[in-house]
Structures are given as structure tokens and as C-alpha cells.
């Protein structure tokens, strides 16, 4: 498990404690078990400081101790590993046709994972976050049950989403301008804990980062394969959302101007002409019957129907255009595929595969994989999570109970 995009180090102003706790704690979940002394000639702090902060990651719970080792010149070291087990961090994903909520410990360890049905585009704003503040609620309730405490809860939205938490527009379920976030807040009745909104593939993009196959990569784009398609981008180990984070939205990026109506009201979007949509011209937007035809497209295809491999090979093609102008922009090192397009991979992968070797102007497709996630449909809440675990990893503890 790799932490993503906030990284600290030690440092001399005011707030140098908590800087070099993080530090501490940073370092203990990459390389536990490890020692003081481990901590100390890696970090640069002296022995001293290592032990303050070590005393005090204990006493909050976040680190514990395991033993001595042996294996070492001079006298055995006692370990320390990663603890955290009082704390939760909690995402959540709305999404079209489902909302799934996902709590982990401060190792990244999934405490839950639950996902139900929702018709995005035929409810209010207020009405989803009611759902949402009930699905938060069971959440929490479930923690407190089991004595964690709550760090934070990120909520994951399909749709451009400021800096502020606020959800401008989001296309597939027809918002605008919601303030999902002081929304939420009011509705969970200011939980006591920090409550944020960002992006789908933002937030799935850090889950990978952190917790995927690929986790640690420096350069990553993750494509979701929702209903919409965005873009969660990667650079130098860090996510990227634009000026006012409206970054990463290539599902709206034309590829054919007499294609296929998009939802944002333009024509051949690469959405519209490479989403599951195009794969699934009769599905609802629930995830039982979306599921249902996926499988059975899955089917037809294993079979060999020349039909369903003819859509997908087509489909494959397009995306193949939008993830080489991903590859000559970005040169990512892996794109990963999300959501829908996992269980379809194994025709689209060779499709994209060839369309990006012959589009992208670098040798050998500027040495860019493109990959089947392996966090299933959850993977924007669990990055909602992620998100939370940042914090703490930038120096937001939790304070001694």
C-alpha cells in the first residue's frame, strides 16, 4: 500500500511537531516493521525527537509495538508497526444507477463495503442526500458499534467539481451548482468530522495510486466506465485537478461531430460513442438490468457472436482515440480501466492496444500500458477513503481521546 499525494517532510516553523509526526507515521507505513533507529537514520530526525514522536503516534493509537528483532548487529531493536485500528475513514460514490459506500482502517483494511440501487437522474439533489446522509449514518453507526472513530468521509461525484465542494455541473444526473458538501453537512448535522466532494475519476484515480496493482506509480491516468467516462490524472505521484478542478473530463471530448447525441447536449463525444452506453443501447439505468446485459454481452461474446464482437471492437477503437491523445498529452505510464469496462477488457484491450500503438506519435506507444482495474466498482468510494487517509498523512492526527 502506497500513500498518494500529500507528502510531508521534516520541518522548522511553528507546526513542526505535527510535520514530523506525520513524517513518523508516513514512514512506519512504508516500511513497517521497522525501529526507531530505522526511523531516525532514514528521516534525519535524531534519536531523541524519534522517540517523542514515536511515544505519541503510540499513545494516539496509530502506531503500536510488535516484539524485538534479532536480526540486526548490536542489541535487538523492538518493532514498530502500523496500529490504527479505533479509527475509520469513510467514501462514498454516487453514482447514476448506484451509490456505494466504503469504510477502511488507517492500514487501508476494507471494514465494509456496501452498494445499492439509485436513479440519479430522477431525484433532486435533496433527495440524493438524504440517501446519502441515511447510507453515512448506517456507516457511522456501524463504526461506533465497533468503537472507531470517524476521520472524515469523501463523497465521489460523476460531474465537475469545484475546489469549494461545489458540484457545478454533472451531466448524468442533471445538477447544477449543488453544494453537495454544506448540503451533506447539514444533513448528517455537523457530524464532527470533515466532509469533502471530489470528482469520480479523481478520487478512483488516488484509489489506484494507493491501493491498486499499480499502486505508487508515478504517472497514472484511471478512465472510468460508469454511464459517463472521466479521466482521474496522476503526475509526479500527484493528483491533478486544474486551475478550479475541472480537469480530467475526456468523456466530452469530440471525436466525431456527427456522432451519437452525448448527454452534456453536444454530438460524438467520447462518451457517447465508446461508454457502456454504446455497448448497452437498451440498458436502464439501474444496476440490476445494467448488470444483467453486461453479462449477457459477456456471453455473446465468449461465444463469438459477430454482432456483440463487432460493437466491441468498435467501441475498443474509440477509446483507443481517446486514450492516445491521453498518452501523446500526458505520456502516463499505465491507463487503468475502470468500472464497467473490467468484465469487457478482454476485447477492448486489444482493440485500444492497436489504436494507440498507431495514433500515439512516441516509440512504442511512449511506453504506456493500458489495464483492467482490479478494484471493482467501488474503486472511487475506496478512493474517497484514500482521500481521508491523506489527511492524516499530511499531518491532520486525530487527537489523543
Known sequence: MITSTSDPQPADFADVRATNLAVVLRFVREHAPCSRADIAASTGLNKATVSSLVADLIDRRLVRETGLTENRVGRPATMLVLDGSPYAAIGVEINVDYVTAVAVDLSGERLLSWRRSFQGPD????????????????????????ERQVLGLTVAVPGLVGTDGVVRVAPNLGWRDADLCGDLTKALRDPGFP????????????????????????????????????????????????????????????????????????????????GIGAVLEHAALSPAEVEVELEETVRLARAGDAHTLAVLAGVGRDLGRG??????????????????????????????????????????AGGCRVVASALGYGAAALGGAARVLDLVDSGRLPRIS
Open 123 to 146: 431525484v433532486t439533489v435533496s433527495q440524493a442526500m438524504a440517501v446519502v446522509a441515511g447510507l453515512v449514518r448506517r456507516v457511522t453507526t456501524r463504526m461506533a458499534r465497533e
Open 195 to 274: 466532509v469533502q466532494v471530489d470528482n469520480d475519476a479523481n478520487l478512483a484515480a488516488l484509489a489506484e495510486h494507493r491501493f491498486g496493482p499499480w499502486a505508487g506509480t508515478a504517472d497514472l491516468v484511471y478512465l472510468t466506465g460508469g454511464i459517463g467516462v472521466g479521466a482521474g490524472v496522476i503526475l509526479d505521484g500527484r493528483l491533478r485537478r486544474g486551475g478550479r478542478g475541472y480537469g480530467g473530463e475526456i468523456g466530452h471530448i469530440q471525436l466525431d461531430p456527427l456522432g451519437a447525441e452525448c448527454r452534456c447536449g453536444r454530438r460524438g463525444c467520447l462518451e457517447a460513442v465508446a
Open 323 to 364: 486514450v492516445s491523445m491521453i498518452a501523446n498529452l500526458l505520456n502516463p505510464e499505465v491507463v487503468v480501466l475502470g468500472g464497467y469496462y473490467v468484465p469487457l477488457a478482454p476485447w477492448l484491450l486489444p482493440e485500444i492496444e492497436a489504436e494507440t500503438r498507431g495514433r500515439v506519435i512516441a516509440p512504442d
